[in-house]
């Protein structure tokens, strides 16, 4: 079945060459396969100048099951159906309003009613990806402090309310787990993937596996304290890298900047709301130097924390994601500048850094990922 993934399309003999199966428990399986609605039979291989009975090739069935993932990013509920390929079906983007706890998980609930309602085929199951401390194998999320979620058996209060298989996963391990399987680091075993929002959340595979941690904290650089930063941070504690390095980070200092130059381009953009990212962007694009100075900073800062990461797991790709990197080119080039410069060479001259806008798809991908893992096999 794995052979047959792996494959737009496989004949049995392939499939017995790469396997080392005897041809004839190819022909047994894959009937079991295509019994099971899994497989089907789509004709004959082309191939020119052969002659005799051309082999029949056999291909996945991608609508034998959809799926659905749930992705839970900055202040969204965002629920996918997709199909056994990672084709979405349907997607639907809820916004949480400042809902927590109970309130989040119907929210939560009504997503995935909303996704099921669109289902054409039966549902192989559901998985969510949630920032914050998560035991994937219990389906438990320790803590999501933005949702109010402690201690939560998110997994088990689904899956009593559906009647279909569920996985809880942190959102940065799904994304390193969709890059792998099916983006853009497929074939990269080290692999660190930093996604940048409302905290900070690290997926770290490791010889091609996620690492978790004895606790399922590895990966919460964000509540790292740096002496030279001084704010309250979320978790209670003074200085860590979030302070500084997340959207709420960022917007702190930049409405600091903006009330203490009214006259600054920041400030007239912001026009007395809320700063958002593009502004911060624009301001830098206009030349505040207040502005420019804060990104900078903020760079500098991730740079010198995936030094550690770097130095400690000499990751051969890594991808920096979530809505800080709209801040764009400047900071990236700051963050990977500041990597490059004080990595030991033999480490920085092997190290790519990425950038990827799409987060919520690397997720989502890795949300599939699990499910065809842990239910077919795949
Ligand atoms: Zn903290």
């Known amino acids: 079945m794995r052979e047959i993934y792996a494959h737009e399309s496989i004949s049995r003999v392939r499939l017995a060459e790469l396997t080392h199966l005897s041809r004839p428990s190819v022909t047994e399986l894959t009937q079991g396969l295509i019994e099971r609605g899994l497989i ?57 309003q ?7 998980i119907q929210l939560v609930i ?32 320790h803590i999501a402090a933005n949702f109010g979620w402690h201690d939560l058996p998110l997994a088990h209060i689904l899956n009593e309310r559906f009647q279909l298989p569920v996985y809880v996963g942190n959102d940065s391990n799904l994304a390193a787990i969709g890059e792998y399987r099916f983006g853009s680091a497929q074939g990269v075993h080290d692999l660190v993937v930093v996604e ?28 790292t304290p740096f002496p030279t930063l001084d704010e ?36 007239t953009l912001a026009a007395g709301g809320e700063i958002t990212i593009p502004m911060v962007l624009q ?14 900073k903020a760079a500098s800062y991730l740079g010198h924390a995936l030094l550690i990461v770097t130095h400690l797991l000499n990751p051969k790709l890594i991808i920096l994601t979530g809505s800080v990197v709209e801040l764009g080119e400047h900071f990236v080039q700051q963050v990977r500048r500041t990597i490059h410069e004080h990595t030991l060479p033999h480490i920085s001259s092997q190290i790519d850094i990425m950038v990827n806008r799409l987060d919520d798809r690397s997720i989502l991908l890795g949300a599939g990922a699990v499910l065809l893992e842990q239910e077919l096999g795949l």
């Open 196 to 223: 940048i929002g409302e905290g900070i959340g690290v997926g770290i595979l490791a010889d091609g596996r996620i690492i978790q941690g004895s606790t399922h904290a590895a990966g919460e650089l964000g509540h």
């Open 40 to 96: 089907t039979e789509i004709g004959p291989e082309l191939v020119q100048d052969k002659v005799g009975k051309k082999p029949t090739l056999l291909a996945l069935n991608p609508d034998v099951f959809q799926m659905i993932g749930i992705v839970l990013k900055d202040s969204t509920v965002i629920g996918s159906l997709l199909d056994l390929r990672m084709q979405i079906q349907a997607q639907q983007t809820c916004a949480m």
């Open 110 to 141: 009504k997503v995935i009613q909303q996704m099921m309602q669109q289902a054409t085929r039966p549902l192989l199951g559901i998985t969510i990806g949630t920032p914050g401390i998560v035991d994937s194998d219990s389906g438990i999320v």
């Open 283 to 296: 301001a830098m694009e206009m030349g505040d130097p207040d502005v420019i100075a804060l990104v900078e």
């Open 232 to 267: 309250i941070c979320v978790c209670g504690r003074r200085g860590c890298l979030e302070t500084l390095v997340s959207l709420w980070g960022i917007r702190q200092h930049a409405r600091r900047i903006a009330q203490q130059n009214p006259n600054s381009p920041l400030n």
């Open 98 to 104: 400042n809902r927590r706890s109970d309130e989040l």
